[in-house]
């Protein structure tokens, strides 16, 4: 019995030591998504990018106009952002602006800190999937 408890301290004391006990203990959170400040000049910046891309993919003529929303989110290491984009496009003759909203998913392709390459899924109110 004496070997036992000698053994399990030893294993206990190795745990501390490489703070691995920390991770058996901690509770550990859902991938759940957190607000951002949907004014944050990145954000923002994000925003611009999307409408460019979706502009330049279908040959569409938005403006950004500004970011509704902003969440981000951890998923294995890598940050997803979800935003809703207002955008508008002149339509009629007399300069009317037409109103559309946008659903954005931002990823880094590559998860790898030194280098981000950002993927772009971006769709308008009418295209994008209802959850």
Same mark, same amino acid.
Request: aromatic share 12%; hydrophobic share 40%; with cysteine.
């Given at each position: 019995?004496?070997?036992?408890?000698?053994?399990?301290?030893?294993?206990?004391?190795?745990?501390?030591?490489?703070?691995?006990?920390?991770?058996?203990?901690?509770?550990?959170?859902?991938?759940?998504?957190?607000?951002?400040?949907?004014?944050?000049?990145?954000?923002?910046?994000?925003?611009?990018? #999307?409408?460019?891309?979706?502009?330049?993919?279908?040959? =569409?003529?938005?403006?950004?106009?500004?970011?509704?929303?902003?969440?981000?989110?951890?998923?294995?290491?890598?940050?997803?952002?979800?935003?809703?984009? #207002? =955008?508008?496009?002149?339509? %009629?003759?007399?300069?009317?602006?037409?109103?559309?909203?946008?659903?954005?998913?931002?990823?880094?392709?590559?998860?790898?800190?030194?280098?981000?390459?950002? %993927?772009?899924?971006?769709?308008?109110? %009418?295209? =994008?999937?209802? #959850?």
């Amino acid at each position: 019995m004496n070997k036992l408890n000698v053994f399990i301290y030893i294993i206990f004391a190795i745990l501390i030591s490489t703070e691995a006990i920390k991770n058996i203990f901690k509770k550990h959170k859902h991938h759940d998504w957190e607000e951002e400040d949907p004014t944050d000049s990145n954000i923002v910046k994000l925003g611009q990018d #999307s409408i460019n891309l979706y502009n330049r993919k279908y040959s =569409a003529h938005f403006e950004f106009f500004q970011v509704l929303s902003a969440k981000k989110q951890y998923s294995h290491g890598i940050l997803h952002h979800y935003l809703e984009i #207002s =955008a508008v496009m002149a339509c %009629g003759d007399n300069g009317k602006l037409c109103p559309e909203i946008f659903f954005v998913h931002v990823f880094d392709k590559e998860g790898d800190d030194e280098h981000h390459e950002l %993927g772009f899924h971006v769709a308008k109110y %009418g295209d =994008a999937p209802i #959850s």
